[in-house]
């Protein structure tokens, strides 16, 4: 940067030029701290957000006086007296078909509750708040919602209740819960690590243990570090070419004597994710299994091991807590994913349990997606309480993996 | 076994020549390396497989006599149902949203980058990092809910009637901090990397540490930082949740960031999320889509990956 033709700054001229320096110095690291702050200031923000949607006033009419149904108060009624108050009240033919859903006597008193709530008193929500502005503005909102709703009832509510993770889907955001979702997630990342664990391992040894160095090595490997990059809604179309189309006699059971599905299964969807996952976990577990130091290799052949006998005795077995770490940071990355899920035709809606791998599926995420595009703000609650569901497997999970990776990291 | 065990001493010079010490043939252990092969050559057949399956249906896109190439990179309407066939109209929204995202990531990602590698103290640093891990590991539809639910609000505050409710802005800048931690990971390696000896020698010249920063340490690690941008706009341009949710549902050939508008991944989201009839010409479609995505997507990668190799600088 300097100049010949300058000369070099001294005395006074010196001073001020060093303090120059120095205070542009202290100017830039502020700003390259800052740039960590913004950082900071986001998460908070993402996390604020979320926990501010998730709780808050609920302001809603009952369509239908209680008192009509039964003299006794809402909260204190049995199981008994709530079926009592179905077969009075629903014509046979809704009564039935509720039965057909599922059983009445199997249902439990807060399911037939809700449906009380649901079907006979038909609750009707009249507006939600968040809670930053419940907690600030208590006043104006009571006093709004006596303006505008005089019958209304205003209470503050929590949307993530131990409820909310037990109860199916449902059309109306105040008996909405996860369980569904829940359930779903689990099938497709059980189905996806099933597929890309034992693959993506054996890919793993190919290549460190058995790939000679040519050019067919490099161009899997070049291959593998590309498919890592590729955008995930890419493995959705994937998916829904080959999995739900080519493959549909597979992934709709009808080789296996399933009739009423279609491909759009857990199935399709859950290798779909296996697929998608299989770069990440192919490189992790080469990254394990390079970490194995090569005399534990050396030794095991000067004792007469062939070459597979060396890796599973050997090499796998200390390389094992590695594959698992990243295969549980893939299977992290699996319960996130949403866009491939949509492509490969995750269900609107549904409320039943998925029960195989030939049902028809949802997904935790899938439900975060459609109760945010929702335009009435109790949706968006509900939406704030699964994300806190989701982000708190997704921590569990993570938290497991770096447990794992310290309990039996070793260094060689 | 028994062969083996000869008394050597009975064993004369021609037998000994007859011992067969070649590697001996194993069934098995042939077994198990093809499977190995196979499980290895699976990532190629899912290269394979989406290259066909995605060339086949988008062929079928083009070979219809109503698409035109020319249409297709020549007009900027998009609605395959009606005839109109422009592909600017999903692009302008990707570009768009993905610059915003760049401009925000890039200063960000490098900047925390500069700082964790040349600044930070390890106990700094044990803190500031996991933050960023956090960050990243963020599914992106929560992304998108924040975008809606939080961004929006507040950009609505800030340019009131002038902005809609969907937008490419708040999309782009929740992309942006969505690839920050990806940039700065990826940058403070590169950074990490430089040996010390530089930086002890800017030191002896007597230049500070943001000079040795700077201009010592951050030309070294430029290919490095060249990577994790280009994978930074190639995350960028696949990035799906947030767009879908946030940036609007239908093609609109926009540059005005506050306007909505739908990116080529949203728009593959939306059509696909609805019933679609196969052999459609908007199923399609889709996959003439989803093909330029891969290939936009996968040169990036590899000049990326051609980038570090090449001007890796080798410090011996």
Excluded: C
């Excluded at chain 1, 492509?343 to 791998?357: L, Q």
């Excluded at chain 2, 399956?53 to 070979?63: P, R, T, V, W, Y």
């Amino acid at each position: 940067m300097s100049n010949a033709q300058i000369p070099y700054p001294e005395g006074e001229v010196f001073n001020l030029a060093l303090r120059a320096r120095y205070r542009s110095a202290t100017i830039w690291q502020s700003l390259f701290l800052g740039a960590l702050l913004v950082a900071i200031i986001a998460l908070t923000a993402l996390i604020y957000n979320v926990i501010d949607g998730a709780f808050g006033y609920i302001a809603y009419e009952y369509k239908n006086d209680p008192a009509e149904f039964t003299s006794t108060p809402i909260n204190e009624l049995k199981k008994e007296e709530l079926l009592d108050i179905f077969k009075k009240n629903l014509s046979s033919g809704a009564y039935n078909k509720l039965e057909k859903e599922k059983p009445m006597d199997s249902r439990t008193q807060s399911e037939l509750l809700e449906l009380f709530l649901e079907r006979l008193v038909r609750i009707d929500t009249k507006g939600t708040w968040s809670m930053t502005d419940s907690l600030l503005n208590g006043a104006e909102i009571r006093a709004e919602v006596t303006g505008k709703y005089p019958d209304a009832i205003l209470e503050f509510r929590s949307w993530l209740t131990p409820q909310f993770l037990v109860t199916p889907m449902s059309s109306r955001a105040e008996f909405a819960g996860v369980r569904t979702a829940v359930l779903g997630s689990l099938w497709l990342v059980g189905i996806a690590i099933l597929f890309a664990l034992p693959v993506g391992t054996g890919a793993a040894i190919y290549l460190q243990e058995y790939a000679q160095r040519n050019w067919f090595t490099k161009v899997i490997q070049t291959n593998i570090n590309n498919l890592a990059g590729v955008p995930s809604i890419v493995y959705g179309m994937l998916g829904l070419a080959l999995f739900v189309r080519v493959l549909e006699p597979l992934t709709s059971g009808a080789i296996f004597g399933m009739t009423d599905s279609n491909g759009r299964t857990i199935l399709a969807a859950g290798l779909t994710m296996g697929i998608l996952v299989l770069p990440l976990i192919i490189i992790n577990a080469q990254e394990a299994i390079k970490a194995v130091p090569d005399s534990l290799r050396q030794a095991a052949f000067g004792v007469g091991a062939t070459r597979w006998q060396t890796v599973w005795h050997h090499v796998l077995p200390n390389a094992l807590p590695g594959i698992l770490t990243g295969s549980i940071l893939a299977l992290s990355r699996a319960l996130g994913e949403t866009a491939p899920l949509i492509v490969v035709g995750a269900s609107t809606f549904i409320s039943v349990d998925p029960n195989g791998p030939f049902s028809k599926f949802t997904a935790l995420p899938i439900q975060i997606y459609q109760w945010t595009t929702r335009a009435q703000s109790e949706f968006h609650a509900i939406a704030a309480g699964a994300i806190i569901v989701l982000l708190a497997l997704l921590l569990t999970l993570n938290a497991s993996a770096i447990l794992l990776r310290n309990r039996f990291q070793r260094r060689w | 076994m028994k062969e083996e065990t000869i008394n050597l001493k009975k064993m004369d010079v021609k037998k000994f020549r007859e011992l067969d010490l070649k590697k001996k043939f194993r069934a098995g252990e042939s077994v198990v390396q093809g499977l190995l092969f196979l499980t290895g050559s699976l990532s190629i057949i899912t290269t394979l497989a989406i290259v066909y399956e995605l060339g086949k249906e988008a062929l079928l896109f083009f070979n219809n006599p109503d698409v035109t190439l020319l249409k297709f990179f020549g007009t900027t309407k998009w609605q395959p149902g009606i005839g109109q066939y422009g592909i600017w109209a999903l692009v302008s929204a990707t570009l768009v949203t993905s610059l915003i995202a760049m401009l925000i990531s890039l200063p960000l990602g490098l900047a925390s980058a500069i700082y964790l590698s040349e600044y930070a103290s390890l106990k700094m640093r044990s803190i500031l990092k996991p933050i960023l891990e956090i960050l990243a590991g963020i599914p992106t539809v929560v992304y998108g809910y924040f975008a809606l639910l939080f961004i929006t609000p507040i950009l609505k505050n800030f340019f009131g009637e002038h902005i809609q409710v969907y937008n490419m802005l708040s999309a782009g800048l929740v992309m942006g901090i969505m690839i920050l931690p990806l940039i700065s990971s990826m940058s403070e390696d590169a950074l990490s990397a430089v040996p010390r000896s530089l930086r002890e020698g800017a030191y002896a010249m007597g230049a500070t540490k943001l000079e040795t920063s700077l201009q010592i340490v951050l030309p070294a690690a430029l290919s490095g930082i060249g990577a994790a941008i280009i994978i930074g706009v190639s995350r960028a341009v696949g990035e799906t949740m947030i767009v879908a949710v946030a940036a609007g549902s239908g093609p609109n050939f926009s540059f005005n960031p506050l306007d909505a508008a739908e990116t080529m991944t949203g728009h593959i989201a939306r059509i696909s999320g609805g019933d679609l009839s196969y052999n459609s010409i908007d199923y399609t479609s889709l996959f003439a889509i989803a093909l330029m995505l891969f290939l936009v997507t996968l040169v990036l990668n590899l000049i990326s990956q051609w980038v570090v190799n090449k001007f890796r600088e080798q410090y011996e």
